[in-house]
């Protein structure tokens, strides 16, 4: 008896990623922005696919793509955050793997070159979930993880941002730049389990030790086998207040919902607090989605066998 078609169409492995959401819209978006985007997304998807092309696991193949994007100038992760008001960076992370829900995440780092790596040693070297601050730092040297001064994480664009937000004060907190540069990636792996990662310096001109959804269990990020992964990115505080990320799962899980109509349906309501951004997700059954209420997001999907795509404008 032949397999019902959606059983026949699934993949042997999935990724998405995306590099933020906002107003990012034709003539926008200079040609050199477009050009190293471009780049950058599609190094992140020859990395995560590599992973998951040679059996890889997914929480290895989510973590890989977003290393690349953090070490890429072009991204508010890593090398290229947003300063904050004292013009530092404070970097925030996620890591979680679908077969077990285990999870590492980690706030305000700010000498970690690869803070979604350090997400990932909490979740395997430590009995927590999220490390913060100074102590997050420590951690990270006592696991053999590169550090770098924080001014490596500086770049000309984002240190105008700043300058820009400074000198105006009816910029809002939210969108200085018009624009959140957050990265993640989720993939289902050939044995099916999926797996998120996020990693942001989170706000331009952010204070206080303010900490986004990125790092936040079931906010940004998650995964469940049972269910999907997700990677957020967008106004954060809204996205904590509607728990996006779990809120997609638990529809999937309990409702029996698409991930394309859980994540529109959850993007709708987080547009209703106030809330602007994106998500991207994957599950076992193969599916891949994203949603997002702003003009345009960063975005590029892969999978086995299937076309390869990188995306930015709402209309594509
Ligand atoms: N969601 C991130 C935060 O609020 C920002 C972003 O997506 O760029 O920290």
């Known amino acids: 008896m032949p397999l019902p078609a959606q059983a026949q169409q699934k993949p042997e492995w999935t990724l998405v990623i995306h590099g933020g959401a906002g107003i990012i819209e034709k003539g926008k978006v200079t040609p050199e922005q477009e050009a190293g ?42 090398r290229g955050a947003v300063f904050t008001w004292d013009a530092n960076h404070t970097l925030d992370a996620a890591i979680m793997d679908g077969r077990d829900r285990n999870a590492g995440a980690v706030a305000s780092s700010t000498t ?52 820009k937000m400074k000198a105006d004060d009816k910029l809002g907190w939210f969108d200085v730049d018009l624009k959140y540069g957050t990265v993640g990636a989720v993939a289902m792996d050939a044995q099916g389990h999926v797996a998120a990662a996020t990693s942001t310096g989170g706000l331009t001109g952010k204070r206080w030790g303010r900490i986004g959804d990125s790092p936040l269990i079931g906010a940004g990020t998650y995964a469940d086998d049972r269910a999907c992964a997700v990677s957020a990115t967008g106004s954060g505080e809204y996205f ?20 394309k109509l859980a994540a529109d349906t959850v993007m709708a309501e987080t547009k209703a607090l106030g809330g602007t951004g994106g998500v991207i997700v994957t599950g076992p059954s193969g599916e891949m989605a994203w ?14 066998g299937g076309a390869r795509s990188v995306e930015f404008y709402g209309d594509q």
Request: aromatic share 6%; hydrophobic share 40%.
């Open 37 to 78: 985007v471009q780049a950058g997304l599609n190094a992140a998807l020859d990395a995560g696919s590599k992973v998951l092309a040679s059996g890889g696991s997914a929480i290895d193949a989510v973590q890989a793509a977003v290393q690349v994007l953090e070490d890429d100038r072009h991204f508010n992760a890593g």
């Open 112 to 163: 970690t070159r690869h803070p979604v790596a350090l997400a990932r040693k909490v979740m395997e070297k430590s009995p927590h979930v999220l490390l913060a601050g100074a102590g997050a730092d420590q951690f990270a040297r006592e696991q053999g993880l590169e550090q770098v001064d924080n001014s490596w994480f500086d770049t000309a664009e984002r240190r105008s941002q700043l300058d």
């Open 291 to 304: 949603s997002f209420n702003t003009p345009g997001m960063y975005r590029g999907k892969a999978s086995a």
């Open 240 to 259: 904590i207040r509607e728990g996006v990320a779990h809120e997609i799962c638990a529809r999937v899980r309990f409702k029996g919902e698409s991930l």
